[in-house]
């Protein structure tokens, strides 16, 4: 499994007149994220935000590490991602936006592939955005969100990564002034995964399966590899509350969700020797 884990360390820099929450702390903000996540090492990096720098009249932050330079506007409450290697401004957040407008993502070759907003919604009062693409991380799948105060779900680099209706970048944290602002829950609220212990969890990415992803009311869950069979599946909330518990019996077995509220749940399989996860949504 590779995942590149980056810490992205950024002071504040006040432009704007602050209609939304400025992605900034008034001291420090840092933001732990997955750039690029494959299948087969995981590597970590810190990167520390430099001086600012202006480009063609606009005004970014320099962060050294990542290809670009990042600047807001909380007025409008965007936010671009100036992309080096093309030397080309991507809207990266836009917190303006209503359910069923839509939003540009660009793929490798600079093709802009149209989202819809599928639900805008308040969380500890700050507004969030969330468009029907995908970071998918080795079979691990979330919604993009734009988060006030936060930046994306998809950290800030995910345009021209796009295949299909995913991405493969993933913000795991955000601290502003020392303290934790934003978590995750692909992988379960952690905010550094470069570990070994990161690697024997997800090393194993192919012994089950939960499908289809997401899910309305039946979750399919396949065991490929047989020590999985007679062995249980528990269902936790985002929360880590258990939701649903039942007997695993079969290499192939449905589960029925439908009374589950829509939103990220974990797949849980236990037997004798292990347990292993994986998450799906239900909506």
């Known amino acids: 499994l590779l995942i590149l884990s980056l810490t992205i360390a950024l ?9 939304q929450l400025s992605l900034c702390g008034d001291s420090s903000t840092t933001w732990e994220s997955i750039l690029h996540g494959y299948c087969d090492a995981v590597c970590s990096q810190t990167v520390v935000a430099g001086s600012d ?7 970014y932050r320099i962060v050294p590490g990542l290809p670009g330079f990042l600047r807001e506007n909380t007025t409008q409450g965007k936010a671009w991602f100036y992309d080096t290697n093309h030397n080309t ?21 600079n093709t802009s592939n149209p989202f819809t907003v599928d639900s805008v919604y308040f969380i500890g009062g700050k507004k969030h955005v ?12 979330e919604k993009i969100t ?3 105060g936060t930046g994306t779900s ?14 493969s970048s993933y ?13 995750n829950v692909l992988f379960m609220d952690s905010c550094n995964i470069c570990s070994v212990g990161m690697m024997d969890n997800y090393s194993d990415i192919e012994s089950f399966r939960v499908f289809p992803n997401p899910t309305s009311g039946e979750l399919k869950i396949e065991t490929i590899a047989t020590s999985y069979q007679d062995s249980r599946v528990t269902i936790y909330n985002a ?31 236990t037997n004798i020797s292990s347990n292993k996860h994986r998450i799906f949504i239900k909506q």
């Open 11 to 19: 002071s504040p820099v006040k432009l704007f007149s602050q209609n």
């Open 53 to 59: 720098t202006v480009i063609n009249a606009n005004t």
């Open 89 to 109: 401004e991507y809207l990266i957040m836009d917190l303006s936006l209503n359910s069923g407008d839509t939003f540009n993502i660009y793929s490798w070759n």
């Open 130 to 141: 969330r468009i029907n693409a995908w970071t998918s991380i080795c079979g691990l799948n």
């Open 146 to 148: 734009f988060i006030e």
């Open 154 to 167: 998809a950290s800030f680099n995910y345009q021209r990564d796009m295949s299909g209706n995913s991405v």
């Open 171 to 183: 913000m795991l944290c955000q601290h502003k002034n020392g303290v934790k602002i934003e978590g």
């Open 239 to 269: 929360l880590g509350e258990q939701m649903l518990s039942h007997p695993l019996n079969s290499a192939l077995q449905s589960i029925d969700v439908s009374t589950l509220e829509n939103g990220t749940y974990i797949a849980v399989i």
